[in-house]
Structures are given as structure tokens and as C-alpha cells.
């Protein structure tokens, strides 16, 4: 089966493209009254992502709206800690929370790296739904949480403000957290694998909670693991490279290091120029962003300012896949997506 | 009266110090048995803010458990905001609440530069009071928030991760968000005159949400406001240097942009390093930080590591006041506060 839109694809290799490709973070997601309307259909929020029918069915809703280069399963960032036994659970409006969360060397050393045949079988199914479904329209991202940003949960056991938990971990047992850290990594590897091998095109690991950590304990505690997920990852199938995308939320200076893991592309928050981003990581990498999801709240002509800014800001030459910063949020008029991908597909360089 | 020990100030204006000197942020405050008692006893937090005798008190209180080399005000970011009449209020674990937020222009309008000396007095009563009461034995810091962080809680009217309706008034009516700036810019330069007319011997201005603009909108909506404010600010009195810091949160490679606003020090959270603060800065302005306040949670050990690891990180040379990257959370055992100061006291450079 032909890829019919590779734009994605040959943007995060720094191949030339006839535009740049765009998709948007969160792009299934609860914007949508069609995605609203399957979410109430299938109860809470897991049960949707444990449905690979309808995980498939939101997948692919955002695609017949609008113009976009890829999908992305639809799933969620914490199914390891899950399929671990930790029970994972959506508290109304407060994001989520673990049954049983992991505090000591003890429990550490109880977790195991889950059978991807099993206790994940329910995402390799929905990737390989969404390939057949997608039909070669567009190539389908696959993703995994962080080691650090799943450990972070984990430890907490719900949202945080402050890391209390997970930083006295890691500070005070640093043995301890590189224990968990280290079953983290084997598993978010063999978890990409496993979706490479139902069909994931494209993968993207997600650090929301990186740029937290001073800039030791980042490099030592999230991105050495996230080098080491990088080096043992399928990265060519059917003669396909099979590019990888890192994103710390917040990263700011840390892109430069990052831009040494090994990884194909590296997503940027709009805290950071994608300018000053090219200057860091001195092109060795493509890069994935950056407008601030806020702008969507805005108006027409605010939106398509902002969307010139960003790609002016990225400048010439190929290896740019236009995004938000970060995830798209459930205030956004359905129409605010349509004039941004306008936006994108219309923009001229001055 | 005599300044005792004014290694804080000397240190701020880069002059050579004994030792480096030490503050803590938040260090009245509810991690203190003590200010917990008196807290219970002022019933509400504003109640307690509002009581320059019961203000003074909590701000003694970390003085006379530990060795500190500056004094700081005990008080709200968002006084301000609330003598312009928005009815400041704390929910119960919620933080702070306005009861009338401020959204359109109309409203903007309406917003004046309150009467220091009249819905603001309880703050400059206080700093008298603070000053008498430390009887030079340490200076003490006048603070306010920035207008962009007052702005961004008086638009939303209550804490929020999205910041997405500031955001918006500040995209898609730029002018009206200028026009809240600017009156809150004033209002800020006047408070901060009061508090140096009153006593305070060194200023510093808490941009909590500078951190979440992209750097253009920070330049416009945050840093241009600060830099209007710190020109017309009191920096000299009874032949005395009045420095002023600012501080905002998640700077990372700002803090170059605001070595040029022309305040005396920056504040730096741990998400930089200070050895990075100070090549970004070029040594044209004085440090202050930057230990992750997770590191109280920990032990002794953990305490002494990091807190070499961040003298380590400034380096030789003036020009460095010790704290924590961000205040000091209500979980930290006092006695691990002993343990921080003596540490810092207790150095030795390798």
C-alpha cells in the first residue's frame, strides 16, 4: 500500500516537501462534538481508549474535517503504569490519578515490563484498524509517555504542582528512581516496537514533565532514558524509515542536548523561537511546533498572523512540521482549526 | 541606625562580600509552627496580611530561628489588584480568587492607581512596623508582582493552567491588555515608592507568569512593563543603593533580555543553571537562587550535596545571594531549613 501523502514523513527526515506538513497535538480530542459524542457513547475515558473500533473511529474524525499530513492513535500517555498494575482512573476534572501508586524500592522492583500480546494488546489492535482504515491516506504516529514524565505519575499517584513525591525519589534514592526509570524504558521500547510493528509509521515520545528538573537531573533522570529508548528502536520497515520525535514540554536550552539523542525531530513549545531552536540544534534535526494553542481562542486574522510568525521564525529550508506548542484545548471553535490549516496551507514566505 | 550586616545589599550591587548571603522565599510562611499559630489566629490570609502588628510578627519569626541575611515583607502578590476593588479571596486549597475579574475594555477602564496611602497603608504600616522592629540588624525587601502576573489573575479570576482568557485579551485586544498594563505598571512603580518611603531597603518584583509567554509577548506584555517600572522607581536613599530584582519564573534564556531592564539582580530558578545565568548575563547584574525547594524534602546529605552543587555553579567572584528557585513548600521540616542555612554558612569552595 502506497503512502499517497508522505509530507510528514520527508519533513522530519529534513527532505524537501512542496509544503510544510501539519498536524495538531491532541488533534482527536474533545473540540470535537463528534468526538464528544463517542466519548459519552463509551463511558469514561479509558474505556474509549481500550475500544479499538471507536479508538479508531475519533482517530480518524479530525481527518475528515480538515487537511492534515498525519494521524495519531488516539490512546493515552499513562496505558504502561496501567498494564503495570497500577490502576489507572479519571477523577471528573482533575486529570489523571493511579489506584496504587509506587513510592519505594519495594514496589519498584515488583513492576515488570508488561506482555505487549496482552495487557496492551488493545492499542497494536486499534494501530493496525487505523492503517487499514487510513487506506495510505495519510502516515499514523504512534507515541509513548516519557520513562520520567510516566514516573511521575507513578510516584504521585495524581496531577502535582509541586513533584514533591517524585523529586524526594529521586534526589534521596536515586537508585530507586533509576530502577524505575530503567523498567520504564524497556517497556516504552518494546511498547514503540510493538505499535511499529502493528503499523505505526512516525513515533513520538511525550516528556510533558522534563523541564521541571534543573538541567542535571533532566539529563541524568529523563534524557538519558529517553536516548537509550531511541537507540533501540525499529527505525526502518518495509524499506520505510520510521522517524522519532522527542518532546520536553519546556525544554527551552535542553533542545540542544536533546538534538544528540539520536532522535529524528524534536517538538517545540512556543516558548521557545523555533529560530532560536534551529540555532540550537544546528539543523541536525527536524523540528515539530510551536504555536501557542491560545492563539485558537482568538480570531481569524490574530491566528493568521501568529501562523506567519511561526513559520517565518522557522525560516527556509525543508525539516518543519507545523504544530501547536502543545495540545489543542476543548474551548477551541471547530472553525479556528479550519482557518488555522488555511492558514498554513496558504502561507508565502515574505 | 546602623545596617548590622548588609552582605545582602553589598551582594546585590556586586560588591565583595565574607560570605555569599542567604535569603529564603516564602520564609514566613506556613512551614513555620509558629506562623501557622498566629495564621489560625488572624482566621483568613488577607486578615493576616491586613494586620501590620500580626504582619510584622510572621515576618520576624524565620529571623529568629535562623542565621538570614535579609528580612522580606510578609504580604500578597495581589494587594494591588485588590485595592483597585476586584475583592481579593482565598478558597480553601484553591489559591487566590477574585469576586470581580476584569475582562473587556469597558472594565479596564474603570481601574485607577489606588491611594497608597489610603487602601494600601496596611503594607507601608507594616514595613515601618518590620523596620523598627529589626532594628538594623538586617535589611528588608519591599516586593510587589508584576503587571503582567497581576494581569493575568485579575483577567482569569482564579489560578488556571491555560491561561486562556488573558491570553486571548491580550491577542485579540492587544490595546485593551495595554491599557491594563500600563495602569497597573503605574500602580506598581507608586506601591513600590511607598514601600521604600516606608523602609524597604531592596525591591524585588515576583513575575510568577512570565514563564508561559512566548518571547516576543514576553518582551511586549511583561519584561517592556517591568523595565517602565524599574526607571521609575526610588534607588537611593538616606545616601543608601536601593537594589531591585526581578524574578520571573521559568526565565531560562531571558534573563539576558532582563539584564538589560536595568535592575540591579535577577532571580533564577533551577531550571537554569547558574553557571548558564551568569554567561547569559554577562556579569551585568547580580544573582539570586537557585535551589530546587524539593531538595528541603529530602535529608541532610541531599541538602549539602546541592547546595555546594549550586555555589559550585556560580562560581567565584561577587554577586550571588543564596535561595531556593521558587518559595519554600509547607511540607518542609524546619529543622531541614537548619540544615540548608548552615550548609550555605558552612561552604568551603573546592
Not at 131 to 137: I, P, S, V, W, Y
Not at 139 to 147: A, D
Given at each position: 500500500?502506497t503512502?499517497?501523502?508522505?509530507?510528514?514523513?520527508?519533513?522530519?527526515?529534513?527532505?524537501p516537501?512542496?509544503?510544510t506538513?501539519?498536524?495538531?497535538?491532541?488533534?482527536a480530542?474533545?473540540?470535537?462534538p463528534?468526538y464528544?459524542?463517542?466519548?459519552?457513547?463509551?463511558?469514561?475515558?479509558?474505556?474509549?481508549?481500550q475500544?479499538?473500533?471507536?479508538a479508531?473511529?475519533?482517530?480518524?474524525?479530525?481527518?475528515?474535517r480538515y487537511?492534515?499530513?498525519?494521524?495519531?492513535?488516539?490512546?493515552?500517555?499513562?496505558t504502561?503504569?496501567?498494564?503495570?498494575?497500577?490502576?489507572?482512573?479519571?477523577?471528573?476534572?482533575?486529570g489523571?490519578?493511579?489506584?496504587?501508586?509506587?513510592?519505594?524500592?519495594?514496589?519498584?522492583r515488583?513492576?515488570?515490563?508488561?506482555?505487549?500480546?496482552?495487557?496492551?494488546?488493545?492499542?497494536?489492535?486499534?494501530?493496525?484498524?487505523i492503517?487499514?482504515?487510513?487506506?495510505?491516506?495519510v502516515?499514523?504516529?504512534?507515541?509513548?509517555?516519557?520513562?520520567w514524565?510516566?514516573a511521575?505519575?507513578?510516584?504521585?499517584?495524581?496531577?502535582?504542582?509541586?513533584?514533591?513525591?517524585?523529586k524526594?525519589?529521586?534526589?534521596a534514592?536515586?537508585?530507586?528512581?533509576h530502577?524505575?526509570?530503567?523498567?520504564l524504558?524497556?517497556?516504552?521500547?518494546?511498547?514503540?516496537?510493538?505499535?511499529?510493528?502493528?503499523?505505526?509509521?512516525a513515533?513520538?515520545?511525550?516528556d510533558t514533565?522534563?523541564g521541571?528538573?534543573s538541567?542535571?537531573?533532566?539529563?541524568?533522570?529523563?534524557?538519558?532514558?529517553?536516548?537509550?529508548?531511541?537507540?533501540?528502536?525499529?527505525?526502518?520497515?518495509?524499506g520505510?524509515?520510521?522517524?522519532?520525535?522527542?518532546?520536553?514540554?519546556?525544554?527551552?536550552?535542553?533542545?540542544?542536548?536533546?538534538?544528540?539523542?539520536?532522535?529524528?525531530?524534536?517538538?517545540v513549545?512556543?516558548t521557545?523561537?523555533?529560530?532560536t531552536?534551529?540555532?540550537?540544534?544546528?539543523?541536525?534535526?527536524?523540528?515539530?511546533?510551536?504555536?501557542?494553542?491560545?492563539?485558537?481562542l482568538?480570531?481569524?486574522e490574530?491566528i493568521?498572523r501568529e501562523v506567519?510568525r511561526?513559520?517565518?521564525?522557522?525560516?527556509?529550508?525543508?525539516?518543519?512540521?507545523?504544530?501547536?506548542?502543545?495540545?489543542?484545548?476543548?474551548?477551541?471553535?471547530?472553525?479556528?482549526v479550519?482557518?488555522?490549516?488555511d492558514?498554513?496551507?496558504?502561507?508565502k514566505?515574505?
Open positions: 500500500m503512502l499517497k501523502n508522505d509530507r510528514f514523513l520527508r519533513a522530519l527526515l529534513r527532505q516537501t512542496d509544503r506538513p501539519m498536524w495538531i497535538m491532541r488533534q480530542g474533545r473540540y470535537l463528534e464528544r459524542e463517542v466519548r459519552a457513547q463509551a463511558g469514561d475515558f479509558m474505556s474509549l481508549c475500544n479499538p473500533d471507536l479508531c473511529e475519533v482517530t480518524m474524525q479530525p481527518l475528515r487537511d492534515l499530513d498525519a494521524a495519531i492513535l488516539f490512546s493515552d500517555i499513562l504502561i503504569p496501567d498494564a503495570m498494575g497500577l490502576g489507572l482512573y479519571f477523577a471528573e476534572g482533575e489523571p490519578r493511579f489506584q496504587r501508586p509506587v513510592r519505594d524500592l519495594t514496589a519498584i515488583q513492576l515488570a515490563v508488561p506482555d505487549m500480546d496482552q495487557e496492551l494488546r488493545y492499542v497494536t489492535d486499534a494501530v493496525s484498524l492503517r487499514r482504515e487510513l487506506n495510505g491516506r502516515p499514523l504516529i504512534g507515541f509513548s509517555g516519557s520513562p514524565t510516566l511521575t505519575y507513578m510516584v504521585e499517584g495524581s496531577s502535582t504542582k509541586t513533584f514533591a513525591l517524585v524526594r525519589l529521586m534526589m534514592q536515586p537508585d530507586a528512581m530502577a524505575l526509570l530503567d523498567v524504558a524497556r517497556s516504552v521500547a518494546e511498547y514503540l516496537n510493538a505499535q511499529v510493528a502493528a503499523g505505526a509509521q513515533l513520538m515520545i511525550f514533565w522534563g521541571i528538573l538541567p542535571l537531573h533532566y539529563q541524568q533522570f529523563s534524557l538519558d532514558y529517553m536516548t537509550r529508548i531511541v537507540a533501540s528502536l525499529t527505525r526502518e520497515r518495509d520505510q524509515k520510521i522517524p522519532v520525535i522527542l518532546f520536553t514540554k519546556g525544554a527551552g536550552p535542553r533542545l540542544a542536548d536533546m538534538a544528540d539523542s539520536g532522535c529524528d525531530a524534536l517538538g513549545d512556543w521557545t523561537d523555533l529560530a531552536a534551529r540555532q540550537l540544534t544546528g539543523d541536525r534535526v527536524a523540528l515539530q511546533g510551536n504555536l501557542d494553542p491560545a492563539t485558537l482568538t480570531n481569524p490574530v493568521r506567519a511561526t513559520l517565518d521564525s522557522y525560516g527556509d529550508g525543508p525539516g518543519h512540521v507545523f504544530n501547536l506548542g502543545h495540545g489543542i484545548t476543548p474551548d477551541v471553535d471547530p472553525e479556528m479550519s482557518v488555522l490549516v492558514a498554513v496551507h496558504g502561507y514566505r515574505q
